[in-house]
């Protein structure tokens, strides 16, 4: 008897007799259109997860889910991306190919935008290091292209960017040196190098049409006639403006809308500003936008009513962008503190794949190596400049999330510390001497404390440590550390003068069934009875009961 033809385990047979599917091959092309083609890309991962599901295949299932999290990741509905990439993790650590760099890929990205770049450069250098192990060069490219996204110099960001092209013209990858001569442009736009921009668009437009990446050839015709508007050549950039707008109608409905920002963006500078309120004012009433887009497009139609003498129009767009900006932000601080417990959930399965890791392959000691190679990059929405720390509206989004999650098993802690006498410190000293001595603090705060915990500062001279999964009596322990560390500081040698300083520690905990604010008031009054005690010494919420 003739017999059937032996198929790939992931390849389905078509009723019919057609060619079967290969749900390998579909999640590998979900991958590669994540950018230019997102929709597609959601609609083959989560048809490939459907049948990977349904055939219990968890290596296409995780693969799938790596697809899936950078889609999440590309709409920042940040939470959904975390716990579809930890879906994933276990299944891939346990192989350490290509899609273990890629799933690493995503959670730098993710976590660079919840505000934690240590997490970020880790995730990167694990990408970049499993990357170079598959010998998947345009990987590494990606991974130095996203990392230098995170930048906070400028011309740091341009040489990673040039690191990565230099990658993708080796393996004359049209698309990766798109992307890379489009990022570069942008940053030299925020450099006000406009003419150095505009070549770069001009390479990232050419480079985009090898590779049919419509969407960048209309951002980078839209770039180019912004640098020519400013450079005084009008003509050749209403030429560029024409050429923008008629790719436009060809564009994906976002990055129509994007571009379409864009170009209004080049008819200001161009001094046209009728052309630009032309174009955005329908945009407001008939376009479903993201916040991103919208305080983009508030901000230039604002300008343009302005540049047009319409100035209560100005006025009341201004308005309008500037309570977008704030709501903007307040909602992108609560999505990222959500994100962090997931992240934190990530970490503790990513530690234990290492474990596992060490144990089969002895893989940990190189494992540390990329961990101890993290960077700290300031994130000024959920960070305190001086001392580095998180910042007070951080620890109110995580204590309303964390707090709302207390249980029996899972308590939470939180220490409130206060500087004992620090006004004498800036009366005597002078207020350079008590910046040092807060941001000296702020640097040991972050080495005494665990990834999951939140170290911030809470007021002028006062310090929080909030503690998910932890009890009083541990989180009494850390604190009384804490006391006795500061305690022990020789101030003479950080910061040239000799200080006595101790510092009042309050602790409180809670499981479940109070609010944050009751947390914070028992914690506050433990402080202050640690105040009232005496000074120098940690006192609990139940000492005051």
């Not at 079967?20 to 083609?37: C, L």
């Not at 899972?410 to 002078?430: A, Q």
Request: proline share 3%.
């Amino acid at each position: 008897m003739p017999t059937e033809p032996c198929l790939p385990r992931n390849a389905l047979p078509v009723p019919g007799g057609g060619p079967a599917i290969d749900h390998s091959a579909m999640v590998e092309r979900a991958w590669h259109a994540r950018h230019r083609d997102q929709e597609t890309a959601s609609a083959l991962a989560d048809r490939a997860a459907r049948h990977a599901v349904a055939t219990d295949d968890h290596l296409l299932e995780a693969r799938a889910r790596v697809v899936q999290a950078a889609c999440r990741f590309a709409v920042q509905d940040y939470e959904q991306a975390l716990t579809l990439a930890n879906e994933g993790l276990v299944t891939l650590t346990s192989l350490e190919d290509v899609w273990l760099g890629r799933l690493q890929l995503v959670l730098g990205n993710v976590s660079a935008e919840i505000g934690e770049p240590a997490h970020a450069a880790g995730f990167f250098n694990q990408a970049v290091s499993i990357a170079r192990q598959a010998n998947d060069v345009q990987l590494v490219a990606q991974c130095l292209l996203n990392a230098a996204l995170d930048r906070v110099d400028v011309v740091d960001q341009v040489r990673d960017f040039r690191r990565a092209l230099a990658i993708f013209e080796g393996i004359d990858d049209a698309e990766g040196q798109a992307y890379a001569h489009l990022d570069i442009a942008h940053a030299l736009v925020d450099q006000q190098r406009l003419l150095e921009a505009t070549v770069e668009a001009r390479r990232a437009q050419h480079h985009a049409a090898r590779a049919h990446t419509n969407d960048v050839v209309a951002h980078a015709v839209a770039l180019q006639a912004y640098g020519s508007a400013h450079l005084g050549h009008p003509l050749q950039a209403e030429a560029l403006l024409a050429d923008a707008q008629h790719r436009i109608e060809s564009a994906r409905q976002p990055v129509r809308i994007d571009v379409t920002i864009e170009v209004a963006r080049a008819w200001t500078a161009l001094g046209r500003p009728d052309e630009a309120v032309l174009l955005l004012e329908p945009l407001l009433t008939r376009s479903a936008l993201t916040d991103r887009q919208t305080l983009a497009l508030t901000d230039i139609l604002s300008e343009a009513y302005a540049g047009r003498g319409d100035h209560e129009s100005a006025y009341w767009t201004l308005r309008s962008h500037l309570e977008l900006k704030d709501a903007h932000e307040d909602a992108m601080a609560r999505r990222r503190a959500s994100a962090l417990v997931v992240l934190h959930r990530v970490q503790m399965v990513e530690r234990e794949a290492a474990r596992a890791r060490e144990r089969q392959q002895r893989l940990e000691a190189e494992f540390s190596e990329l961990k101890s190679e993290h960077r700290m990059v300031q994130e000024i929405s959920i960070r305190d400049d001086l001392t580095g720390l998180h910042n007070r509206r951080l620890l109110n989004d995580r204590l309303r999330v964390d707090v709302r999650a207390a249980d029996a098993d899972h308590p939470v802690s939180l220490i409130l510390l206060d500087l004992d006498h620090f006004k004498r410190v800036n009366d005597t000293h002078g207020h350079v001497v008590g910046d040092q001595v807060l941001h000296a603090l702020g640097r040991m705060l972050q080495t005494e404390v665990r990834v999951s915990d939140v170290a911030a500062r809470y007021g002028g001279e006062e310090l929080a440590v909030l503690q998910p999964g932890t009890d009083l009596d541990a989180a009494t322990v850390l604190a009384e550390r804490l006391r006795a560390r500061i305690a022990a500081l020789d101030w003479l040698q950080i910061v040239g003068v000799p200080l006595n300083l101790t510092v009042s520690a309050g602790v409180a905990s809670t499981s479940g069934g109070e609010t944050p604010r009751d947390l914070l008031r028992r914690a506050d009054r433990a402080m202050y009875a640690a105040k009232a005690a005496g000074r120098d010494r940690v006192m609990t919420a139940a000492d005051t009961t």
